[in-house]
């Protein structure tokens, strides 16, 4: 099935170690995106990827990085996390970006910070 | 003013009846509207998404769309105890940029 892939599903790092977290997709699609949901929150957009043009959103910290290598692959590394760092980091993809077409989540990865 | 608002919750329905699920926006100019669900500890998945005026129906799920009043609904008929979860509205194009702003979720539970 195709399908969106988070790995790990739980990561425990500690304070100030620099963590990655991967996202795969058999999708074929030309967007991904990364979302920051922390509890009882909505998921919050960090940036995304058409293909391999990288977009920001303006109040994502400098902490935060991504890295397409290719279609199926994106990471998001946080180069030195802090206890607010702790969430629920959510990989989507799309086929596009046009308003009426649906992100497929994967299954998130829970980051705890020590 | 929040660009996509909701009510936090919780709701409660008993089994059976219709839930109602309210959700409002900040930008008269936004372009499509999404319903997501979210149970407790895992992803958002999507329901229905609607973007002209108008009531759309999927099964027991029927999404309204009033831009006048920048105003999305979600009913669910003959609600089951498995709808009891955490229901996401996101609109796209908000101040025309490309992408989805999800409110922060009204969580709905079903007494059997």
């Known amino acids: 099935d195709a399908m969106v892939i988070q790995n790990p599903r739980y990561q425990v790092t500690q304070f100030g170690k620099p963590v990655t977290l991967s996202c795969s997709q058999t999708?074929?699609?030309?967007?991904m995106y990364w979302y920051q949901q922390k509890s009882s929150q909505a998921p919050k957009l960090l940036f995304h990827y058409y293909d391999k043009d990288f977009n920001n959103e303006a109040d994502t910290p400098d902490n935060f990085q991504s890295r397409r290598p290719n279609t199926s692959f994106c990471f998001l590394d946080i180069r030195s996390p802090g206890l607010g760092d702790a969430a629920m980091y959510l990989c989507?993809?799309?086929?596009?970006?046009?308003?009426?077409?649906?992100?497929?989540f994967g299954p998130g990865t829970r980051l705890t910070v020590l | 003013q929040k660009e996509v608002e909701q009510n936090s919750g919780p709701l409660s329905v008993p089994e059976g009846a219709i839930a109602s699920l309210n959700c409002t926006y900040s930008d008269r100019g936004s372009q499509s509207f999404f319903w997501y669900r979210q149970y407790s500890g895992k992803s958002p998945e999507l329901i229905m998404f609607i973007y002209s005026n108008g009531d759309k129906e999927d099964g027991r799920f029927t999404a309204q769309l009033n831009k006048a009043s920048q105003y999305v609904s979600l009913l669910i008929r003959d609600s089951q105890p498995s709808d009891s979860a955490t229901y996401l509205c996101?609109?796209?194009?908000?101040?025309?940029?490309?992408?989805?702003?999800f409110g922060q979720g009204t969580r709905l539970t079903i007494n059997p």
């Open positions: 996101a609109v796209f194009g908000i101040q025309g940029a490309q992408k989805l702003v």
């Open positions: 999708l074929n699609h030309n967007v």
């Open positions: 989507a993809t799309s086929r596009d970006l046009a308003g009426g077409v649906e992100q497929f």
